[in-house]
């Protein structure tokens, strides 16, 4: 079984991404914070992470550069959740961009759509 | 003793000789006549001392009587009568005239001081006037000093108690006006700032990378100045202030000769900006969290998640749903609206075959358009390049079909790629129910929304079309209706510069500069 990591403040949404992500058969592991969320990636090594950008204390672009410089997390697909479009996102730059595998707009994404992606993901790599 | 008296006397002796020395003369003639006695010494004096009386009496006293009448007609009278006429000249009575007439020298005496009198008389009249005017003058010249002094009073009170800077400066670039506003947000003094070189006292820098447009130097160069507020001023102290500047141009017969900068400490401005950019990305966020939430959720009970759905709730569910989608676009769009008045909007362009951004908007929308039984195609010059902001032409073309699929229940939908000289034109044309005339004048407008005519909502988010075409513009192209017939159907078209034209170029510079400096293409 596939572990996906979810990083996302709000609970209502975590509850909702780990209930479709669960129903589709994957573990799931959570953080509600970015640095919480490094930690756990570093911890549980999952196979997929899906980071929400706007969060409290470390935001997900933080997030983000932590998992890429880390050796032992950098590995890992991350996707981003977010409401900001992508060109009007601070501190994304081309690089940063280049490391995500998939940019999903939070509000016009369903759940199953974003299952969807990281299911296909995992299974052609 | 007056003229009279002495003439008098004077007569008189004369007369009185002559006749004593003709009576001694003509007394031996007489004598043989009158009774000589040879009388002592004593009796003849006494006898001519007698007769000398008599004659005196008879002779002298009335002829000299006569010749003082005759003379002090004359020559006294008249000379006192001149005395008389300049005594009231000289007391001030430059009417009286010497009537006397005469042909003689006292006459022409006379006359002359007649011509005397006149030209004293005009003379005392011109100086008269003039004094007189020399007296209106001056009180019209207190006047206007008075009414200057309050001008100059009023125009100085003006600029000091102005709030924003006032700074004249004159051709040669030197400072000669600097109001107080201008002092305390230079750290200047009045008289330290007049005539010294402007730039010496007005230190400008960019908002983000410290470089600042000399903007005076070009208003003087007579490029045209657009009210600005990008700008942070230094100040002596080192300490920066933002501030908004205009400024006005002074021309004297075509020529320009001096300036005036109008600057205005923006501070306060500047941290109510940032709030309301701060609330509007909080709220946006903190609004589109729940209802992904909502969306999320519901798309996962229609899917089952749940277990298993009864039909009854269904259709409210899939009406919450909509109502959802409805909410987000809004947020979206007012999210947009504000980033584009703010001039916060950013842009990333590059090169793009249209085709494929094409493309990928339709098999967005295919899904929506099968679903109508509705055709959706694309056409024309497909393989032509074009240089623009990727997210945004999607998001226009995306707007605008979007909005064909709403208003069209069968038929089909064509997006038609056309060249346009420098611009290629996205035409989206539809066999829809169509707009009228009335309605497509508020087309373009903010929250201008078509009803639907069988349910009387609105479609749509009344924004979309607002800000397609700020989008289009601002990328050197323009978005407009070119045609819609109610009952057959729209065409809507925008326009964007092909890569590697002098428009595309344009573009290019223009999001290139700074936002103050940035034209409307």
């Given at each position: 079984?596939?572990?996906?990591?979810?990083?996302?403040?709000?609970?209502?949404?975590?509850?909702?991404?780990?209930?479709?992500?669960?129903?589709?058969?994957?573990?799931?592991?959570?953080?509600?914070?970015?640095?919480?969320?490094?930690?756990?990636?570093?911890?549980?090594?999952?196979?997929?992470?899906?980071?929400?950008?706007?969060?409290?204390?470390?935001?997900?672009?933080?997030?983000?550069?932590?998992?890429?410089?880390?050796?032992?997390?950098?590995?890992?697909?991350?996707?981003?959740?977010?409401?900001?479009p992508?060109?009007?996102?601070?501190?994304?730059?081309?690089?940063?961009?280049?490391?995500?595998?998939?940019?999903?707009?939070?509000d016009t994404?369903?759940?199953?759509?974003?299952?969807?992606?990281?299911?296909?993901?995992?299974?052609?790599? | 003793?007056?003229?009279?008296?002495?003439?008098?006397?004077?007569?008189?002796?004369?007369?009185?000789?002559?006749?004593?020395?003709?009576?001694?003369?003509?007394?031996?003639?007489?004598?043989?006549?009158?009774?000589?006695?040879?009388?002592?010494?004593?009796?003849?004096?006494?006898?001519?001392?007698?007769?000398?009386?008599?004659?005196?009496?008879?002779?002298?006293?009335?002829?000299?009587?006569?010749?003082?009448?005759?003379?002090?007609?004359?020559?006294?009278?008249?000379?006192?009568?001149?005395?008389?006429?300049?005594?009231?000249?000289?007391?001030?009575?430059?009417?009286?005239?010497?009537?006397?007439?005469?042909?003689?020298?006292?006459?022409?005496?006379?006359?002359?001081?007649?011509?005397?009198?006149?030209?004293?008389?005009?003379?005392?009249?011109?100086?008269?006037?003039?004094?007189?005017?020399?007296?209106?003058?001056?009180?019209?010249?207190?006047?206007?000093?008075?009414?200057?002094?309050?001008?100059?009073?009023?125009?100085?009170?003006?600029?000091?108690?102005?709030?924003?800077?006032?700074?004249?400066?004159?051709?040669?670039?030197?400072?000669?006006?600097?109001?107080?506003?201008?002092?305390?947000?230079?750290?200047?003094?009045?008289?330290?700032?007049?005539?010294?070189?402007?730039?010496?006292?007005?230190?400008?820098?960019?908002?983000?990378?410290?470089?600042?447009?000399?903007?005076?130097?070009?208003?003087?160069?007579?490029?045209?100045?657009?009210?600005?507020?990008?700008?942070?001023?230094?100040?002596?102290?080192?300490?920066?202030?933002?501030?908004?500047?205009?400024?006005?141009?002074?021309?004297?017969?075509?020529?320009?000769?001096?300036?005036?900068?109008?600057?205005?400490?923006?501070?306060?401005?500047?941290?109510?900006?940032?709030?309301?950019?701060?609330?509007?990305?909080?709220?946006?966020?903190?609004?589109?969290?729940?209802?992904?939430?909502?969306?999320?959720?519901?798309?996962?009970?229609?899917?089952?998640?749940?277990?298993?759905?009864?039909?009854?709730?269904?259709?409210?569910?899939s009406d919450i749903a909509t109502s959802t989608d409805r909410l987000i676009s809004l947020v979206n769009d007012m999210l947009d609206v504000s980033r584009i008045e703010?001039?916060?909007l950013?842009f990333?362009?590059?090169?793009y075959?249209v085709s494929?951004l094409i493309d990928e908007i339709l098999v967005l929308m295919e899904p929506l358009t099968k679903e109508k039984g509705v055709g959706l195609e694309s056409t024309g010059e497909l393989?032509r390049?074009v240089?623009t902001d990727a997210n945004k032409f999607k998001q226009i073309l995306s707007n605008l079909v979007g909005n064909a699929i709403k208003f069209t229940d069968h038929g089909k939908i064509t997006v038609e790629a056309k060249l346009n000289g420098e611009l290629l034109k996205i035409s989206v044309s539809d066999t829809g129910m169509g707009i009228s005339k009335e309605d497509q004048k508020k087309l373009f407008t903010k929250f201008s929304q078509i009803t639907d005519s069988q349910s009387g909502r609105p479609k749509g988010t009344g924004l979309g079309l607002y800000i397609s075409k700020e989008f289009a513009k601002k990328l050197g192209g323009d978005l407009w209706i070119e045609n819609s017939v109610p009952g057959y159907g729209s065409i809507f078209s925008f326009s964007s510069p092909l890569?590697?034209?002098?428009m595309?170029?344009?573009v290019?510079?223009?999001?290139?500069?700074?936002?103050?400096?940035?034209?409307k293409i």
């Amino acid at each position: 079984m596939a572990l996906v990591l979810i990083i996302e403040d709000d609970p209502i949404l975590l509850k909702m991404y780990r209930e479709k992500f669960e129903r589709s058969g994957f573990e799931v592991t959570t953080a509600v914070e970015g640095e919480a969320g490094v930690f756990r990636a570093l911890n549980d090594q999952p196979d997929f992470i899906v980071l929400d950008v706007m969060m409290p204390k470390m935001d997900g672009v933080q997030a983000l550069k932590k998992l890429k410089e880390n050796e032992k997390t950098k590995n890992i697909p991350v996707a981003l959740l977010t409401v900001i479009p992508k060109d009007q996102a601070p501190g994304l730059n081309k690089e940063l961009l280049g490391e995500i595998v998939f940019y999903w707009m939070k509000d016009t994404t369903k759940p199953s759509e974003v299952v969807a992606d990281v299911t296909k993901y995992l299974d052609s790599h | 003793m007056n003229l009279s008296r002495k003439l008098a006397i004077l007569i008189f002796l004369g007369v009185f000789i002559s006749v004593t020395w003709a009576t001694l003369l003509v007394l031996p003639l007489i004598d043989p006549y009158i009774k000589m006695q040879t009388q002592g010494f004593f009796e003849i004096v006494l006898f001519t001392i007698l007769k000398l009386i008599i004659l005196t009496i008879v002779i002298v006293l009335p002829v000299t009587a006569t010749i003082w009448v005759l003379i002090t007609k004359s020559i006294i009278k008249p000379l006192g009568y001149f005395n008389e006429v300049t005594r009231s000249i000289a007391s001030g009575n430059l009417g009286k005239k010497i009537e006397f007439i005469s042909k003689d020298e006292l006459g022409e005496l006379g006359e002359n001081i007649n011509l005397m009198v006149k030209n004293l008389a005009t003379a005392f009249q011109s100086m008269a006037s003039s004094l007189r005017n020399e007296k209106l003058k001056e009180k019209e010249l207190e006047v206007s000093y008075t009414r200057l002094e309050k001008e100059k009073a009023k125009d100085e009170a003006l600029l000091t108690n102005i709030n924003d800077a006032v700074i004249g400066i004159n051709k040669d670039s030197r400072i000669i006006l600097f109001n107080k506003a201008a002092s305390n947000l230079t750290g200047f003094d009045q008289n330290e700032a007049i005539n010294m070189p402007y730039y010496w006292v007005l230190k400008f820098l960019g908002e983000k990378d410290g470089v600042a447009l000399d903007f005076i130097n070009q208003a003087f160069s007579g490029i045209e100045q657009k009210n600005s507020n990008h700008v942070v001023i230094e100040k002596r102290d080192k300490g920066k202030i933002p501030v908004s500047h205009s400024v006005g141009v002074i021309r004297t017969g075509g020529q320009v000769t001096g300036a005036v900068v109008v600057l205005r400490d923006i501070t306060r401005e500047r941290e109510l900006e940032q709030m309301k950019d701060e609330f509007v990305s909080i709220a946006s966020h903190e609004l589109r969290t729940p209802m992904t939430a909502i969306k999320g959720l519901i798309s996962m009970i229609f899917e089952g998640d749940f277990g298993n759905l009864s039909t009854e709730l269904k259709d409210p569910l899939s009406d919450i749903a909509t109502s959802t989608d409805r909410l987000i676009s809004l947020v979206n769009d007012m999210l947009d609206v504000s980033r584009i008045e703010a001039g916060r909007l950013k842009f990333i362009l590059g090169e793009y075959v249209v085709s494929d951004l094409i493309d990928e908007i339709l098999v967005l929308m295919e899904p929506l358009t099968k679903e109508k039984g509705v055709g959706l195609e694309s056409t024309g010059e497909l393989e032509r390049k074009v240089f623009t902001d990727a997210n945004k032409f999607k998001q226009i073309l995306s707007n605008l079909v979007g909005n064909a699929i709403k208003f069209t229940d069968h038929g089909k939908i064509t997006v038609e790629a056309k060249l346009n000289g420098e611009l290629l034109k996205i035409s989206v044309s539809d066999t829809g129910m169509g707009i009228s005339k009335e309605d497509q004048k508020k087309l373009f407008t903010k929250f201008s929304q078509i009803t639907d005519s069988q349910s009387g909502r609105p479609k749509g988010t009344g924004l979309g079309l607002y800000i397609s075409k700020e989008f289009a513009k601002k990328l050197g192209g323009d978005l407009w209706i070119e045609n819609s017939v109610p009952g057959y159907g729209s065409i809507f078209s925008f326009s964007s510069p092909l890569s590697g034209t002098n428009m595309a170029k344009k573009v290019d510079e223009n999001f290139k500069k700074p936002i103050e400096a940035q034209i409307k293409i």
